[in-house]
T-cell receptor, first 114, second 111 residues
Framework: DAGVIQSPRHEVTEMGQEVTLRCKPISGHDYLFWYRQTMMRGLELLIYFNNNVPIDDSGMPEDRFSAKMPNASFSTLKIQPSEPRDSAVYFC????????????FGPGTRLTVT | DAKTTQPPSMDCAEGRAANLPCNHSTISGNEYVYWYRQIHSQGPQYIIHGLKNNETNEMASLIITEDRKSSTLILPHATLRDTAVYYCIVRVRTGSYQLTFGKGTKLSVIP
């Protein structure tokens, strides 16, 4: 298995621009998670899906952030408009059995907003 | 989730066993012990988990004390690629709990 795939690996954009991050979970995993990691705040769960349905989006910082999972093999995290404080590494993870079971992370997207 | 305490850093000679301790003295009966690691510039990686019995997989062994107040992750033959920050997490398997990493232990494997 190729593991969790994320794209792009690096993204540099200007403040106010729209940013779309992409994730392909491990085949057969019913749970997909989006995390954000910064030095200041550590690893934060933004949102997670079960069977393509958003279950808990309480970690989404504000309305500028949105996430979709149109099918079992693809999810997007969109930031519109982006701000410098959104600069972070964004990880996608998937799990076979749920949020409280082992999660497998992708390599992350390093986002820099200038 | 119960609080965990880990040493901030450890060194281990390449080829030797790395023993990473974790204290979780307030662990409750339904909480599992999980270990993840994060190699620089990569995503966190699941290693192993257990409830009360010792566990072993292809990556590591997990030794949990009988009173469950502490545990040790053992990498039997550490390689340079095992240099990473190792996180011990204690959590239940019900409810909606975020995967929260503490500061972890920075393991440096030395040639």
């Amino acid at each position: 298995d190729a593991g969790v795939i994320q794209s792009p690996r690096h993204e540099v954009t200007e403040m106010g621009q729209e940013v779309t991050l992409r994730c392909k979970p491990i085949s057969g995993h019913d749970y997909l998670f989006w995390y954000r990691q910064t030095m200041m705040r550590g690893l934060e769960l933004l949102i997670y899906f079960n069977n393509n349905v958003p279950i808990d989006d309480s970690g989404m910082p504000e309305d500028r952030f949105s996430a979709k999972m149109p099918n079992a093999s693809f999810s997007t995290l969109k930031i519109q408009p982006s701000e410098p404080r959104d600069s972070a590494v964004y990880f996608c993870a998937s799990s076979l059995r749920g949020i409280n079971y082992e999660q497998y992370f992708g390599p992350g997207t390093r986002l820099t907003v200038t | 989730d119960a609080k965990t305490t880990q040493p901030p850093s450890m060194d281990c000679a390449e080829g030797r066993a790395a023993n990473l301790p974790c204290n979780h003295s307030t662990i409750s009966g339904n909480e599992y012990v999980y270990w993840y690691r994060q190699i620089h510039s990569q995503g966190p990686q699941y290693i192993i988990h257990g409830l009360k019995n010792n566990e072993t997989n292809e990556m590591a062994s997990l030794i949990i004390t009988e009173d469950r107040k502490s545990s040790t992750l053992i990498l039997p033959h550490a390689t340079l690629r095992d240099t990473a920050v190792y996180y011990c997490i204690v959590r239940v398997r019900t409810g909606s709990y975020q995967l929260t990493f503490g500061k972890g232990t920075k393991l440096s494997v030395i040639p």
